[in-house]
Structures are given as C-alpha cells and as structure tokens.
C-alpha cells in the first residue's frame, strides 16, 4: 500500500490538482436561490469562515457544510436564499466578504507589529 506523501506548498494536504475550483452539484435548475457547490482541496478552515459569511448575508436563509470523507480534501457548501438573490450570487458576496475580512486582519495586525518596538517582521515572513 502507498502512501500520500503532502507536497509542503499544500500545507500537508495532498493537492489533487481539480481542473476547477468550484463545482455545483445538479438540483433543481428552476431554483437558482438554492445549490449546493462543491469547493475541491479545502478543509474546515474555509468551510466554516466561508459559511459564517454567507450567513451574515440577510438574503440567505439557510448555509451550511460538510466534508463528505475525511480522506477527501473537498466540502460541500449547501445555501438557500430568500429569492431576491441566487445562491451563486450569495456564494460570491460571501468570499468577496471574506477577502475584505482577511485582508483588514492582515492590515490591522502588521500596523500594530510596526507600531510596537517589541516585534519586527523578518524580511521574508510569509505573513
């Protein structure tokens, strides 16, 4: 039996290398306010972050997760909206969201490390 070796760029994460990122499970095509998509070579970190999102989102009545396996590096992300928006377009608001949420944490702690004579950023960081 052989065995996965995890390539360090992935975090210890065997990459699968998916053609796309995203996918969407077929369901009903007359009701694009409810989908189910499929985000390939992620875990719980992005599920959960992703979902909490989304739910902030007053259009969206229902969001939620799940790994289908745990030796499968994929989630499914299942989300229901009222009707005044589609599920895609809530998916998309959510990781819009996301970034802008990531990207001010990144800001607001490398201000305070510069503000403070106790630590300094390592050229190089991966921060």
Do not use: W
């Amino acid at each position: 039996m052989s065995m996965v070796e995890p390539v360090e760029d992935t975090h210890g994460f065997p990459f699968t290398e998916h053609a796309q990122k995203f996918e969407v499970i077929p369901t009903d095509a007359a009701d694009p306010s409810s989908a189910t998509f499929v985000v390939h070579d992620e875990d719980h970190t992005l599920g959960n972050s992703l979902r909490y999102m989304v739910m902030k989102n007053p259009a969206v009545t229902f969001c939620g997760y799940s790994i289908p396996h745990p030796s499968e590096f994929k989630i499914h992300m299942r989300i229901q909206t009222d009707g005044s928006m589609t599920a895609a377009q809530a998916l998309d608001k959510g990781l819009d969201d996301l970034i802008a949420l990531s990207e001010h944490v990144l800001q607001t702690f490398q201000a305070k490390v510069a503000a403070t004579e106790d630590y300094e950023i390592r050229d190089g960081a991966h921060i």
